[in-house]
């Protein structure tokens, strides 16, 4: 990974002060866009949510791969420096691709939340929750066993936590009833460590939480995946020291409720959302 984008930045050079591309099928990703922001206040991030072709978990490979490279070609008319798959799915199916095909670095979410939930757990006993599409790549699972063969894991499809996400609801009787049903086989599996295999599902950590009990650790990938950017951003001089406004992308015309919600998962203002048509690339 590391000769790959060593030959991407030195084969079109990226300057320090360029931002960070960041893309999701929605708004999930933007809780990779608040790690980053915690970890690295000073990079200026351009983001885009393909919030018209959610959800990306029940479509094809292909068809994942399609739209995560065009969303890449967008994202480098922007002059980033970096890119960030916050889709797991994307991650899942398209980030070999992308990392051959793009004009700069790309880092998806799944091995560091990977490589932090080995060094996490006690018992050898993960569990992966995760969208359809993520959880049948067994993406998670290839990742942690290369990693430690002795991890034992189960990987359970939560459909329908990322439209829930998406309306806005993170608890109540609803969400905890289905958190439920779907964490039951994980409890009777006695897992110690809990991944959370879609950028969505941060902002249901407390019901989470609460389900699967204190005795088990939650690991965050967008937290990870922050912290490994840093270290590459490092490694290569890349650190900006000269922060921009971040900018905000969409695919369809629901920006009142991308920037209501969006509000939500940053914990701040944003301005600048636009939507863009995304067929064009």
């Known amino acids: 990974m590391i000769k790959q984008e060593s030959k991407n930045l030195h084969s079109k050079f990226h300057g320090k002060f360029q931002p960070i591309g960041v893309f999701d099928s929605g708004l999930g990703g ?11 206040p000073l990079e200026t991030i351009v983001y885009f949510g393909d919030t018209a072709r959610i959800p990306y978990g029940n479509k094809s490979p292909e ?3 399609k739209y995560s490279q065009q969303i890449i070609r967008f994202l480098e008319t922007k002059n980033v420096k970096y890119i960030v798959v916050a889709c797991n799915t994307s991650t899942a199916w398209a980030l070999k691709h992308l990392m051959r095909t793009s004009n700069v670095p790309v880092l998806g979410v799944i091995n560091p939340g990977a490589c932090k939930a080995v060094k996490t757990t006690k018992n050898g006993r993960i569990g992966v929750i995760g969208t359809l599409g993520t959880v049948n790549s067994h993406a998670y699972q290839k ?4 990693i430690s063969s002795k991890i ?7 459909p329908l936590f990322v439209p829930l996400v998406e309306e806005g609801m993170y608890s109540g009787n609803i ?6 049903n779907y964490l039951r086989q994980l409890i009777q599996f006695r897992i110690d460590t809990l991944v959370l295999g879609c950028t969505h599902y ?16 939650i690991i965050d990938s967008a937290d990870e995946t922050a912290a490994v950017l840093k270290i590459k951003l490092e490694e290569f001089g890349l650190l900006s020291h000269q922060k921009r406004a971040d900018n905000y992308f ?9 920037q209501r919600l969006a509000q939500q998962f940053l914990r701040q203002k944003i301005q600048h959302i636009q939507k863009i048509d995304i067929d064009k690339y």
């Open 30 to 40: 933007l809780t990779v866009v608040r790690a980053i922001q915690k970890k690295l």
């Open 63 to 65: 068809v994942i791969i």
């Open 143 to 146: 990742s942690i066993q290369q």
């Open 152 to 158: 034992v894991l189960k990987e359970i499809p939560c």
């Open 175 to 180: 969400v905890c009833h289905i958190a439920k």
């Open 202 to 217: 941060p902002l249901l950590k407390s019901v989470l939480q609460k389900v699967v009990g204190k005795g088990v650790t």
């Open 250 to 258: 969409v695919s369809d015309f629901l920006t009142q409720q991308f």
